[in-house]
């Protein structure tokens, strides 16, 4: 059982360039978070979905895109990646219910803008 | 806007030795939840608290849910080297349902 996979693990982007952290989930959870973490902060919720084709903004969604298109997928856009975005990036999924807030984290995405 | 308090920021102890640490909150809350963060890793749910004043464990892990609601406590005992890493609080946020707030996490150190 995955869990929650998230790729690449590291990744060192120039100003200006855009990537996509991808992140899957084999658990058939309607929810899924993005969330960043700062040194010696705690997590930032980005975006999230409720479900496929449906997303919204969370705390810190400036410089960011999100999409899912299918229940399994959610991946996040830097478009015009800068030196404040360098961070640690997890993706997390729940279930509907009383577990909604039990979530599943990935294992991050450590970015470094240069 | 909410915010969530930890304390200590950081904890330095020999194994052996018991741990408590607490999260206060700027609001009440219906449900707390304890992370920890293994280094390199994301976090992982070791407890969860649905009711005011409820006690549970998790083996050597005990987490209260405070009676005001705005408070919660996560006591660990006998430490050993792998409960090492960040122990991180975490409650509903506000207007959002399912999305959480975090507070900045306790860093815990073991000497073994």
């Known amino acids: 059982n995955a869990g929650v996979t998230q790729t690449p693990k590291f990744r060192i982007l120039k100003i200006g360039q855009s990537m996509t952290l991808q992140c899957a989930q084999d658990?058939?959870?309607?929810?899924m978070y993005w969330y960043r973490q700062d040194p010696g902060m705690g997590l930032k919720l980005i975006y999230y979905?409720?479900?496929?084709?449906?997303?919204d903004k969370g705390e810190v969604p400036n410089g960011y895109n999100v999409s899912r298109s299918t229940t399994e997928d959610f991946p996040l856009r830097l478009e015009l990646a800068a030196p404040s975005q360098t961070s640690v990036y997890f993706c997390?999924?729940?279930?509907?219910?009383?577990?909604?807030?039990?979530?599943?984290f990935g294992q991050g995405t450590r970015l470094t803008v240069v | 806007g909410q915010q969530l308090n930890q304390s200590p920021q950081s904890m330095f102890i020999q194994e052996g030795e018991d741990v408590s640490m607490n999260c206060t909150s700027s609001?009440?809350?219906?449900?707390w939840l304890w992370y920890k963060q293994d280094p390199g890793e994301g976090p992982v749910l070791l407890i969860a608290?649905?009711?005011?004043?409820e006690l549970t464990s998790n083996g050597r892990l005990t987490a209260q849910f405070g009676i005001t609601r705005k408070d919660s406590f996560l006591n660990i005992s006998a430490s050993i080297p792998s409960d090492v890493g960040i122990y991180f609080c975490?409650?509903?946020?506000?207007?959002?349902?399912?999305?959480?707030?975090f507070g900045k996490g306790t860093k815990l150190s073991v000497k073994p």
């Open positions: 997390a999924s729940s279930y509907p219910g009383q577990g909604l807030l039990e979530a599943f």
């Open positions: 658990m058939n959870h309607n929810y």
């Open positions: 979905s409720v479900g496929a084709g449906i997303t």
């Open positions: 609001s009440i809350f219906n449900t």
């Open positions: 608290l649905y009711k005011a004043g």
């Open positions: 975490a409650g509903p946020f506000e207007g959002s349902q399912g999305n959480l707030i």
